[in-house]
C-alpha cells in the first residue's frame, strides 16, 4: 500500500466512529434522497447498486434497508465496521445477505465487467490519487444501461465560512502541507463521460436545513474529523486550535451561537447512448 493510501486509511480509521454526526446528512435526509434515486434509475428489485467509497454506509443503508442488492468498498476497516453496526441495528440485527462490503481501495475495482446496474459515488473523487483511472473503471463495471450518479454533498454556507476561518488560521503556520487538488474535478468528470458518449444530466435532489452551536462545530474540528485538520503536525495542531477558538469566541460573541444555513445534495446523471 502506497504512503497516501497509508495516510486516507489511518485518516478515516480515526474518525469512524464520529463521521456521521461530524456531517451534514441525516437518516431521514438520505431516505428522501434514496426516493428520488430509486424513481431516477427506474428501479426494480433486481437493480444492483455499487457505491465505492462508501464509508460508514450513510448515503446507502437506505437501499440495504429495502432490499436492493448493494457493494460497498472502501480502503478503511473501520468505516465498514461502522457500517456493520448500523445495518445489525436494524430490526432484523442481522447483516442481510443484499449487502457485501469489501474492504480495498475504491480505485481499484475488484468486479468484473457490466457488474452493476448503478454506480454510485459521493463527495468522494476528490480523494482518488488519479481519478480518470478511476472513473474508467467505474465505465468498466457499469452495465451498458446502467446509470453512474456522481453526487456532491454541498457544505452549508455558515459552515463554509466557519472552515474558512479555520483555514486561515491554519495557513499562517509554516509547517502547513496544503496537498495538491484538482479544484474542477467536477467539471473534469463531466468532460470525461460526455467525451465517452454519455448523456448528461443535473438535479438539485434535496435542500434542507444544517444547525450547529460554534461550540459543536469546534468540537468536531478538535476531533480532526476532516482532511484539512491534518495539514499540520499534531503539537501545531493544537496551537491552531487554541487560536482558532479565541478567534470564534471573539468573532460570534459566545461558543453557544447558532449556525443555520441549507445544505443540498447535488446529482450529476450519466447514461450510455447505449440507454437512450
Known sequence: ?????????????????????????????????????????????????????????????????????????????????????????????????????????????????????????????????????FLGEIERVLKPEGFYLNAQWVVPPARKVFESQFKAILLQYKETQVPKRVDNWIEEIDGYFRGRGYQAEYQMVKEWSVTNTVAELLSYYQSRAYGFCWWVPDDIFYRVMADFEAFCADYYGSLETELSSTAQFELWIYTSSQAA
Do not use: C
Not at 497509508?6 to 434514496?34: G, H, L
Not at 480502503?75 to 445495518?87: E, H, P, T, Y
Not at 475495482?109 to 454510485?120: G, I, T
Open 1 to 133: 500500500m502506497s504512503s497516501d493510501k497509508v495516510v486516507k486509511t489511518n485518516y478515516y480509521n480515526s474518525i469512524a466512529t464520529i463521521y456521521d454526526q461530524t456531517r451534514w446528512m441525516s437518516e431521514s435526509v438520505a431516505e428522501d434522497i434514496a426516493d428520488a434515486i430509486l424513481t431516477l434509475v427506474d428501479a426494480n428489485p433486481n437493480t444492483s447498486f455499487l457505491e465505492p467509497g462508501v464509508g460508514t454506509g450513510l448515503n446507502i443503508l437506505p437501499f440495504v434497508k429495502r432490499g436492493y442488492s448493494v457493494t460497498g468498498i472502501d480502503i478503511s476497516q473501520a468505516m465498514l465496521d461502522q457500517f456493520r453496526r448500523k445495518v445489525q441495528q436494524t430490526p432484523s440485527n442481522l447483516t442481510p445477505s443484499n449487502l457485501t462490503l469489501i474492504q480495498a481501495d475504491a480505485s481499484e475495482l475488484p468486479f468484473s465487467e457490466s457488474s452493476f446496474d448503478v454506480v454510485l459515488t459521493v463527495h468522494m473523487i476528490h480523494t482518488v490519487s488519479h481519478w480518470p483511472t
